[in-house]
């Protein structure tokens, strides 16, 4: 069972997307779970941005019962100390991931994308970090979720769903 | 490499998330003594770190190992240091924290110059197998011989003869004569004459004219003209028709040519290599081959040991061929079991280098992990002795294979055989037993 956590205030059609995405790529069951606070202590006052690693070490502390992976869903920036942000965050073949909507609600030449292709980009994100937990690393294959993103442009063109091979070890790793 | 934990946790975790091995140092003599323990295709190198700065680890990283990469990053960024870490070789300059985009850049970009770089040394490699002999392997004495023989031989005219099993490489040393010789900038053809029938055959050799004959649509040069200056190699040399030993003999001491359908002559310039597998000598004696072509053909003798006569060599080849078709089936297979080896220094190997090869090749092939074991040799089977052979025949063997071995030291082969030094004279005498080139 897969578990969404939508942190601090998020658009509300946002986890029911990312739930939906989920349920169609890897055929598991996904629950929206209640709403948690963000974790103040991670803002980084000097980035002014939240710290990623620091926020899925708290959720880290929480008690999931029943969910074999958590994807977080917040709407402010993060960043983990080696990039100025990051769209996702994940424990490769952990538990927990973590996803920031901040910088998916704008294009890459500053204008606002449509909201259907907001909702699409979380999707993606949710997808990416939690191929990762299914212990999936990052795909040369272009047509891949697993994909690595580094850009908004970079993300739209990636697609729904896993390459053949990441697909033969996802089956892999589940058995 | 860099002082601060938290960076290089994260950067653990993100080349872990492209499933790289990676390995992480807080310092510079850390890093050197990672470095001195195993390789590294790429490192990320902090500028500001205790006891070494990032970029006198660079200089060191790229003096004592040229083939790793090396990308500076640094918070505090500043032309100089820019300019220095591009001078001393790095790869790339970043500054910290680096966008996600910028840094799956480049690692794309050094992945690509990693890959032109492999690409670079193969295809070198390949283009060196051609022109020099190097693919030759093997040090065992005849083979030593050989490569002292091959130069000398390259540097005159005269025709060759290569004598040997099949599969011992008589064109690889037909090439490597070429490749020597001042011949060498000029082209080395190749004739298989016991795979093309005689008409055929004399078209390919002399060519045709238009309408010499059914199906000629136009005129064709011949090999012996298209060679012009080079070398011609011919293989099989003891399947040529009496007809086309008579034809070459004629073209050897006239240097002139006339194509089918044509009166005019052409003259013509190559040096020829002949090779068999057959005892040439015999099929004199049996009225099959002529003996003035012989003669014409055979000024200098090149003997070929067959692979069982020089097994010393057998585990350098195995390496050789390994090598060759890891790099061919990206199958990482480098490593032999004692029981493998064993296993191949006992086989006959009647199908010479060729046979070893296609074994290796099959191994690697079917291999499941990076270590042959006898296992994966299992098809081949145990030469049994041949009933047909003389008692003497088999004596003369032994005794050329024991001679060859000890590098014809008479003394010392003497006393593996059990005979004294005039004995296994006077059998090198009666036998008539050579040395082999």
Redesign the interface.
């Given at each position: 069972m897969i578990g969404v956590v939508p942190l601090g205030e998020v658009p509300a059609l946002v986890p029911n997307v990312i739930a939906a995405n989920i349920t169609a790529c890897y055929k598991r069951p996904v629950d929206i779970l209640p709403v948690r606070p963000v974790p103040e202590d991670a803002f980084d006052q000097a980035?002014l941005s939240y710290n990623a690693?620091h926020i899925i070490n708290r959720l880290d502390t929480v008690a999931f019962g029943g969910y074999a992976k958590i994807v977080g869903v917040m709407a402010l920036d993060m960043?983990?100390?080696?990039?100025?942000?990051?769209?996702g965050q994940a424990v490769?073949g952990g538990c927990l991931a973590l996803i920031s909507l901040f910088r998916l609600n704008k294009n890459a030449n500053g204008s606002m994308p449509l909201p259907a292709l907001f909702y699409e980009r979380s999707a993606k994100v949710a997808l990416h970090e939690l191929g990762?937990l299914f212990n999936l690393?990052?795909c040369n294959e272009k047509r891949c979720i697993m994909h690595?993103?580094?850009?908004i442009d970079?993300l739209d063109r990636i697609p729904f769903h896993l390459c053949r091979d990441c697909e033969r070890r996802l089956g892999q790793h589940v058995q | 490499m860099d002082d601060e934990l938290i960076v290089r946790e994260s950067l653990l975790s993100w080349f872990g998330k492209y499933g790289h091995e990676v390995d992480t140092a807080a310092s510079g003599p850390e890093a050197l003594e990672k470095l001195e323990a195993k390789s590294f295709d790429l490192l990320f190198v902090d500028i500001k770190m205790p006891g070494m700065d990032g970029l006198d680890l660079l200089e060191r990283v790229k003096e004592a190992y040229p083939d790793t990469l090396v990308v500076i990053i640094t918070a505090f960024g500043s032309i100089e240091s820019a300019v220095r870490a591009m001078r001393s070789g790095a790869s790339d300059y970043l500054l910290k924290p680096f966008k996600p985009d910028q840094l799956a850049l480049v690692m794309e970009r050094i992945l690509c110059q990693q890959k032109i770089t492999s690409d670079y040394h193969y295809v070198k490699g390949c283009l060196e197998q051609i022109t020099r002999f190097d693919n030759i392997i093997g040090q065992s004495a005849p083979m030593k011989r050989l490569y002292a023989f091959i130069p000398e031989v390259a540097q005159n005219d005269s025709t060759v003869l290569i004598t040997g099993e099949t599969g011992t490489g008589k064109e690889l040393v037909a090439k490597a004569i070429h490749a020597k010789s001042p011949r060498a900038q000029l082209p080395f053809i190749a004739i298989n004459c016991g795979a093309l029938p005689d008409t055929l055959m004399e078209s390919e050799l002399f060519g045709h004219r238009k309408g010499a004959f059914t199906g000629a649509g136009h005129s064709r040069k011949g090999f012996l003209e298209v060679v012009s200056g080079g070398t011609l190699f011919l293989d099989e040399v003891g399947d040529t028709s009496a007809k086309m030993q008579v034809d070459l003999l004629r073209v050897l001491e006239d240097k002139t040519i006339f194509s089918v359908g044509s009166n005019t002559p052409v003259a013509v310039d190559f040096r020829l290599i002949s090779a068999t597998r057959k005892d040439l000598d015999a099929c004199i004696q049996a009225g099959q081959f002529r003996e003035d072509f012989f003669y014409r053909i055979n000024v200098i003798r090149v003997c070929l040991p067959p692979l069982r006569e020089r097994k010393d060599d057998i585990p350098l080849l195995l390496e050789h061929f390994m090598e060759k078709f890891s790099h061919e089936t990206t199958k990482h297979v480098d490593r032999v079991r004692p029981d493998a080896i064993s296993l191949l220094m006992s086989y006959d190997w009647p199908g010479n280098v060729r046979e070893l090869e296609n074994a290796v090749e099959r191994a690697v092939v079917l291999s499941k992990s990076r270590t042959l074991a006898a296992t994966d040799f299992s098809f081949l089977r145990p030469t049994p002795l041949c009933c047909g052979q003389t008692l003497k025949s088999i004596q003369k063997a032994h005794i050329l294979k024991v001679l060859e071995e000890q590098d014809w030291q008479i003394t010392r082969s003497a006393k593996i055989l059990g005979i004294n030094r005039a004995t296994l004279h006077k059998i090198i005498k009666r036998d008539n037993l050579k040395r082999r080139t």
């Amino acid at each position: 069972m897969i578990g969404v956590v939508p942190l601090g205030e998020v658009p509300a059609l946002v986890p029911n997307v990312i739930a939906a995405n989920i349920t169609a790529c890897y055929k598991r069951p996904v629950d929206i779970l209640p709403v948690r606070p963000v974790p103040e202590d991670a803002f980084d006052q000097a980035r002014l941005s939240y710290n990623a690693g620091h926020i899925i070490n708290r959720l880290d502390t929480v008690a999931f019962g029943g969910y074999a992976k958590i994807v977080g869903v917040m709407a402010l920036d993060m960043f983990i100390p080696i990039f100025n942000h990051v769209y996702g965050q994940a424990v490769q073949g952990g538990c927990l991931a973590l996803i920031s909507l901040f910088r998916l609600n704008k294009n890459a030449n500053g204008s606002m994308p449509l909201p259907a292709l907001f909702y699409e980009r979380s999707a993606k994100v949710a997808l990416h970090e939690l191929g990762h937990l299914f212990n999936l690393f990052h795909c040369n294959e272009k047509r891949c979720i697993m994909h690595f993103s580094g850009a908004i442009d970079d993300l739209d063109r990636i697609p729904f769903h896993l390459c053949r091979d990441c697909e033969r070890r996802l089956g892999q790793h589940v058995q | 490499m860099d002082d601060e934990l938290i960076v290089r946790e994260s950067l653990l975790s993100w080349f872990g998330k492209y499933g790289h091995e990676v390995d992480t140092a807080a310092s510079g003599p850390e890093a050197l003594e990672k470095l001195e323990a195993k390789s590294f295709d790429l490192l990320f190198v902090d500028i500001k770190m205790p006891g070494m700065d990032g970029l006198d680890l660079l200089e060191r990283v790229k003096e004592a190992y040229p083939d790793t990469l090396v990308v500076i990053i640094t918070a505090f960024g500043s032309i100089e240091s820019a300019v220095r870490a591009m001078r001393s070789g790095a790869s790339d300059y970043l500054l910290k924290p680096f966008k996600p985009d910028q840094l799956a850049l480049v690692m794309e970009r050094i992945l690509c110059q990693q890959k032109i770089t492999s690409d670079y040394h193969y295809v070198k490699g390949c283009l060196e197998q051609i022109t020099r002999f190097d693919n030759i392997i093997g040090q065992s004495a005849p083979m030593k011989r050989l490569y002292a023989f091959i130069p000398e031989v390259a540097q005159n005219d005269s025709t060759v003869l290569i004598t040997g099993e099949t599969g011992t490489g008589k064109e690889l040393v037909a090439k490597a004569i070429h490749a020597k010789s001042p011949r060498a900038q000029l082209p080395f053809i190749a004739i298989n004459c016991g795979a093309l029938p005689d008409t055929l055959m004399e078209s390919e050799l002399f060519g045709h004219r238009k309408g010499a004959f059914t199906g000629a649509g136009h005129s064709r040069k011949g090999f012996l003209e298209v060679v012009s200056g080079g070398t011609l190699f011919l293989d099989e040399v003891g399947d040529t028709s009496a007809k086309m030993q008579v034809d070459l003999l004629r073209v050897l001491e006239d240097k002139t040519i006339f194509s089918v359908g044509s009166n005019t002559p052409v003259a013509v310039d190559f040096r020829l290599i002949s090779a068999t597998r057959k005892d040439l000598d015999a099929c004199i004696q049996a009225g099959q081959f002529r003996e003035d072509f012989f003669y014409r053909i055979n000024v200098i003798r090149v003997c070929l040991p067959p692979l069982r006569e020089r097994k010393d060599d057998i585990p350098l080849l195995l390496e050789h061929f390994m090598e060759k078709f890891s790099h061919e089936t990206t199958k990482h297979v480098d490593r032999v079991r004692p029981d493998a080896i064993s296993l191949l220094m006992s086989y006959d190997w009647p199908g010479n280098v060729r046979e070893l090869e296609n074994a290796v090749e099959r191994a690697v092939v079917l291999s499941k992990s990076r270590t042959l074991a006898a296992t994966d040799f299992s098809f081949l089977r145990p030469t049994p002795l041949c009933c047909g052979q003389t008692l003497k025949s088999i004596q003369k063997a032994h005794i050329l294979k024991v001679l060859e071995e000890q590098d014809w030291q008479i003394t010392r082969s003497a006393k593996i055989l059990g005979i004294n030094r005039a004995t296994l004279h006077k059998i090198i005498k009666r036998d008539n037993l050579k040395r082999r080139t």
